[in-house]
């Protein structure tokens, strides 16, 4: 059953309440000489090791939550370490969460730039909206002023040469 448990690609070790290792597999014994520099001889010193950060150089901590701690090894390997406490032991388990750290890292940056890509999009609307209004004003007061202009000429003519309606020149003065 050892030779099973040490195939494992996934460290694990089952210890009593004091911290004295019951069984423990090559791969968190690998991991423990990693991190800490030592075997693991005792499970609440390693986990004590690895909530509190006192590692190897080259072993970043990324993550401490109640229940798991997320580490980044020298080799840019990422692995997940979790404690349950089971009856009357601990079990501590790491498992290799390098893809899916590196997916995670990978869509906070896609969501960084969807962001931005948003925050311009926004801007963009308002200032279509400031040029769509400002367009309106000015066509706006394009067709004023031809319409003025026309009354004007209009009246012009009607008074200088009598030529014209002059119902017509009054509704074209009460439209403007």
Known sequence: ???????????????YKNGMIKLINHRMDELGRIIT???????LEFIDTIKNGMFQPGVERL??????????????SVWSFSVEEIA???????????DIYRVTE????????????NDRLVKYGENVDELTK?????????????????ALLATRLFLQNNDGNADE????????
């Not at 394009?142 to 202009?149: K, M, Q, S, Y």
């Not at 020149?169 to 403007?176: L, S």
């Open 134 to 150: 400002s367009r309106e004003r000015l066509e706006t007061k394009h067709r004023i002023h031809a319409e003025l202009g026309k």
């Open 37 to 43: 520099g030592n075997e693991v001889s005792n499970a």
């Open 88 to 98: 009357s032991m601990y079990e501590i388990t790491a498992a290799d969460a390098t």
């Open 63 to 76: 993550y401490v939550g109640e229940d798991r701690i997320i580490l980044r090894l020298p080799d840019l």
């Open 1 to 15: 059953m050892k030779q099973s448990f040490d195939k494992l690609k996934t460290g694990i070790c089952f210890s």
């Open 106 to 117: 990978e869509l906070k940056m896609s969501n960084a730039e969807l962001q931005l890509m």
């Open 169 to 176: 020149i009054i509704n074209m003065w009460k439209r403007n």
